[in-house]
């Protein structure tokens, strides 16, 4: 009976990995979302998601300044 929950356990442990494993794919910007920068029109969302994702990689690492997200493409989102 103990073999039988081990080699189950064992069962669950891989089928969950494998799930896992096979609904991770690549990731890839889409190519709908807008550009943004200097000549574009900014889309409010887009340049947050930026200012965000500055200011999470900022906080965890320690480089950079935090930056208001704002939603405004200025000078220190530009940096």
């Known amino acids: 009976m103990r ?4 080699g189950k356990a064992a069962a669950v442990s891989a089928a ?3 799930l896992t494993i096979g609904t991770i794919g690549q990731a890839a ?3 709908s979302a807008p ?8 889309n ?3 340049v947050w998601c ?5 200011n999470d990689v900022a906080k ?10 704002d939603g405004l ?3 220190k989102t530009k940096r």
């Open 50 to 54: 930026v200012q965000h994702l500055l």
């Open 73 to 75: 493409w200025e000078p």
């Open 60 to 69: 965890r690492y320690g480089h950079g300044r935090p930056l208001t997200e």
């Open 3 to 6: 073999m039988y929950r081990i």
């Open 35 to 42: 550009d943004i920068g200097d000549g574009h029109h900014n």
């Open 44 to 46: 409010k969302h887009a």
């Open 29 to 31: 910007a889409s190519r």
């Open 16 to 18: 969950t990995a494998l």
